[in-house]
């Protein structure tokens, strides 16, 4: 049986899907390898997807789908919460105790279920797709502790990028492998909304605006609060503006966690006259995984 990635899919575990978790768990392969330790690892297993919506709502649950079929389970969790949790076979303290920054390092876990699925490169696609989602929620590493037994599962991880710590650690670091397309990105978002706006279009900026956003503009004695009253000033310009040249000047991307800083020098030139500006954009990735801006700061350079 070849399997395609296109059809591999992730979607959240639902309470109906836990006597499903617990059957896997319960085979003889799994049980060895997820429950080393006997019952009381595997009563640990079900009282952290039994609670996931309570104490233990920093892990993310999934069940991996082939097309329409359930064929096994897979999970992210914060490490920062993680190291504080006392669980036999586990010594999280010692492997993310240096872990001090929420939203930073995130372990992850997998089972293929059916054991027509083994070997079939699955494990391989599953910890893509959960990078991708980590990346999406900003973390800058990823962390698993599979036994050095797990020779499958420790195979799928190297081909993945991860590096050996020591034993049952091994770790791969996103933040140098993505932060150069995320700064591209929001360049480019800012880029694009500037040419509209300097042919008379606010749209461009529009669409990429949060709700909540924080506008500060020399024109104005007061910042401007909220995306209504951004948009009620942007359509008193509309087809207005019309910039002859202009030219954005060493832009610099700051990154964090979610949240992208952005800042540039402005020159336009506009009816023969040539205006210096600086701007700073704080863009944050929404829940949609959208870069949206909050914050806009524009000053006049002297």
Same mark, same amino acid.
């Not at 997807?49 to 069940?63: A, E, Q, W």
């Not at 499958?152 to 670091?173: H, T, W």
């Given at each position: 049986?070849?399997?395609?990635?296109?059809?591999?899919?992730?979607k959240?575990?639902?309470?109906?899907?836990?006597?499903?978790?617990?059957?896997?768990?319960?085979?003889?392969?799994?049980?060895?390898r997820?429950?080393?330790d006997?019952?009381e690892?595997?009563?640990?297993?079900?009282?952290?997807?039994?609670?996931?919506?309570?104490?233990?709502?920093?892990?993310?649950?999934?069940?991996?789908?082939?097309n329409?079929r359930?064929?096994?389970y897979?999970?992210?969790?914060?490490?920062?919460?993680?190291?504080?949790?006392? %669980?036999?076979?586990?010594?999280? !303290? =010692?492997l $993310?105790?240096? +872990?001090?920054? *929420?939203?930073?390092?995130?372990?992850?876990?997998?089972?293929?279920g059916?054991?027509?699925y083994?070997?079939?490169?699955?494990?391989?696609?599953?910890?893509?797709?959960?990078?991708?989602r980590?990346?999406?929620?900003?973390?800058?590493e990823?962390?698993?502790d599979?036994?050095?037994?797990n020779?499958?599962?420790?195979?799928?991880?190297?081909?993945?990028?991860?590096?050996?710590k020591?034993?049952?650690?091994?770790?791969?670091?996103?933040?140098?492998?993505n932060?150069?397309?995320?700064?591209a990105?929001i360049i480019?978002?800012?880029k694009?909304?500037?040419?509209?706006?300097n042919?008379?279009?606010?749209?461009?900026f529009?669409?990429l605006t949060?709700?909540?956003?924080?506008?500060?503009?020399?024109?104005?004695?007061?910042?401007? %609060?909220?995306?209504?009253?951004? !948009? =009620?000033? $942007?359509?008193? +310009?509309?087809? *207005?503006?019309?910039?002859?040249?202009?030219?954005i000047?060493?832009?610099t991307?700051?990154?964090?966690?979610?949240?992208?800083?952005?800042?540039?020098?402005y020159?336009?030139?506009?009816?023969?006259l040539?205006?210096?500006?600086?701007?700073?954009e704080v863009?944050?990735?929404?829940?949609?995984?959208?870069?949206?801006?909050?914050?806009?700061?524009?000053?006049?350079?002297?």
């Amino acid at each position: 049986m070849s399997i395609d990635k296109i059809h591999i899919s992730l979607k959240p575990l639902s309470k109906e899907d836990i006597p499903l978790f617990e059957e896997w768990l319960n085979k003889a392969y799994i049980y060895e390898r997820l429950c080393p330790d006997g019952e009381e690892q595997r009563s640990a297993w079900l009282e952290e997807v039994n609670n996931k919506d309570g104490k233990y709502n920093f892990l993310t649950h999934f069940i991996v789908y082939h097309n329409d079929r359930k064929i096994g389970y897979c999970l992210y969790a914060d490490c920062f919460y993680l190291k504080d949790i006392e %669980e036999e076979g586990h010594d999280f !303290e =010692d492997l $993310y105790g240096d +872990v001090t920054e *929420k939203n930073h390092t995130f372990e992850i876990g997998y089972l293929i279920g059916e054991e027509e699925y083994l070997n079939k490169g699955i494990s391989k696609i599953v910890i893509q797709q959960l990078e991708e989602r980590i990346i999406a929620l900003g973390g800058r590493e990823i962390a698993a502790d599979p036994s050095e037994e797990n020779t499958f599962s420790i195979k799928a991880l190297l081909s993945n990028g991860f590096m050996k710590k020591k034993d049952g650690d091994y770790r791969k670091d996103i933040l140098s492998a993505n932060d150069e397309s995320i700064k591209a990105k929001i360049i480019s978002l800012e880029k694009q909304a500037l040419a509209l706006w300097n042919d008379g279009n606010p749209d461009g900026f529009l669409e990429l605006t949060s709700e909540d956003v924080v506008y500060i503009d020399p024109a104005f004695e007061r910042k401007l %609060e909220g995306k209504k009253a951004l !948009e =009620d000033y $942007y359509n008193t +310009v509309r087809g *207005k503006i019309k910039i002859d040249q202009y030219e954005i000047i060493n832009p610099t991307v700051q990154l964090s966690a979610n949240v992208a800083v952005l800042t540039y020098n402005y020159v336009v030139q506009r009816d023969g006259l040539i205006f210096r500006m600086s701007c700073t954009e704080v863009y944050k990735l929404d829940i949609a995984n959208q870069w949206k801006i909050i914050h806009t700061h524009w000053s006049f350079n002297k």
